[in-house]
């Protein structure tokens, strides 16, 4: 199964809240990030994040017409699912879940939380980094001092308006 951590950042190494205003991601690589997420089938996102997902996207009939096909995935252990997304007490739940569904990979596209878990949980296989030009605070990857997961580069592509998409295999 390959499960790829889908983040924006920053040159600093921040992971982009979409929660701070000063963290607005250019419209075009908005798009590529959809074009991704169309293509891989599923997403799996904590709860603040899709709700700043949906919220962006001007509600979830919005996010349907934009991502007809897509399986949304919550991590939570106190949400109930809907017919809007299914809801994961865990990063093995979720893989499990998507797997059952026929899924042979996996996005992982947001909150530093659930970024954070699926690493510390060794389940990452791919790792794909939008760079964006600025330096700011944000979300810390890898938070957990015990962690280490080595990777290697497999490419590199300059997107619009400056930003670096940088693509990464585990070791």
Known sequence: MKITLYANVSVNGKLLLSDNPNHQVPPDI?????????????????RKSFEHFVTAFGGIDRVRE????VVF?????TRET????????????????????????????GGTETCNVFLEKDLVTDV?????????AGGVLG??????????????ERL???????????H
Do not use: C, H
Not at 143 to 156: D, E, H, P, S, Y
């Open 30 to 46: 908005i798009g590529l990030s959809l074009q991704q997420i169309n293509r891989v089938g599923n997403l799996v996102m904590g």
């Open 66 to 69: 934009v991502l007809p096909d």
């Open 73 to 77: 995935v919550w991590l939570s252990a």
């Open 82 to 109: 809907t017919s809007a997304y299914k809801v994961a007490p865990s990063p093995e739940a979720a893989v499990t879940y998507l797997e059952e569904r026929g899924f042979d990979e996996i996005l992982i596209g």
């Open 128 to 136: 794909v980094f939008n760079v964006m030009p600025m330096i700011t």
């Open 143 to 156: 938070g957990n001092g015990a962690l280490n997961i080595n990777l290697r580069f497999v490419g590199q």
């Open 160 to 170: 619009g308006n400056d930003v670096l998409q940088l693509r990464y295999t585990k």
